[in-house]
T-cell receptor
Framework: KAGVTQTPRYLIKTRGQQVTLSCSPI?????VSWYQQTPGQGLQFLFEYFSETQRNKGNFPGRFSGRQFSNSRSEMNVSTLELGDSALYLCASSLAGAANEKLFFGSGTQLSVL | DAKTTQPNSMESNEEEPVHLPCNHS???????IHWYRQLPSQGPEYVIHGLTSNVNNRMASLAIAEDRKSSTLILHRATLRDAAVYYC??????????????FGKGTHLIIQP
């Protein structure tokens, strides 16, 4: 069974641009969550989607948005990029996002903003 | 606000047991305690989880305090491959519960040969 796939693996953008990252969950998983990881702040929760609906959102500005498609694949978008958005962006999937379910993480997209 | 508190780093010797503590004094009755670990250049991987009773699997054991305000991940015989950042998180409700899934900075485990 294929794992969680994130594309692209690396991305370089300049300030002011926007970026879209993609996450394909494990087949059958309907919950997808996104995280930002930086050396200073650690792993921070961005948002979680289930059946194309955002159920939960972390404390990030509105420049960070996401969506989920009917096949459970998810994308996250960051508009008007800032230098501080440079980070590893991780997504994770689980069957339904329930409290007792394991999360399966992708390898992440490393975003560098110049 | 962080829902769990872990030491920044710990060091242990190879082939010795390792006890990684986690405090979660504001845990609610429906929160599950999960542990994940992250190796360099990889996404986190699941280690173990539990609700009230102690749990064992092939990777580790999880000891949960009776009042559930703290837990300890036990690696019975550490190897160099166990060197990683270990995260203790609380998962409650759909999508992580009211506050989402807070990982924090975890514990950097160093294994000495």
């Amino acid at each position: 069974k294929a794992g969680v796939t994130q594309t692209p693996r690396y991305l370089i953008k300049t300030r002011g641009q926007q970026v879209t990252l993609s996450c394909s969950p494990i087949s059958g998983h309907r919950s997808v969550s996104w995280y930002q990881q930086t050396p200073g702040q650690g792993l921070q929760f961005l948002f979680e989607y289930f059946s194309e609906t955002q159920r939960n959102k972390g404390n990030f500005p509105g420049r960070f948005s996401g969506r989920q498609f009917s096949n459970s694949r998810s994308e996250m978008n960051v508009s008007t990029l800032e230098l501080g958005d440079s980070a590893l962006y991780l997504c994770a999937s689980s069957l339904a996002g329930a409290a007792n379910e394991k999360l399966f993480f992708g390898s992440g997209t490393q975003l560098s903003v110049l | 606000d962080a829902k769990t508190t872990q030491p920044n780093s710990m060091e242990s010797n190879e082939e010795e047991p390792v006890h990684l503590p986690c405090n979660h004094s504001t845990i609610s009755g429906t929160d599950y305690i999960h542990w994940y670990r992250q190796l360099p250049s990889q996404g986190p991987e699941y280690v173990i989880h539990g609700l009230t009773s102690n749990v064992n699997n092939r990777m580790a054991s999880l000891a949960i305090a009776e009042d559930r305000k703290s837990s300890t991940l036990i690696l019975h015989r550490a190897t160099l491959r166990d060197a990683a950042v270990y995260y203790c998180i609380l998962q409650g409700g759909p999508g992580g519960g009211a506050d989402g899934l807070t990982f924090g900075k975890g514990t950097h485990l160093i294994i000495q040969p």
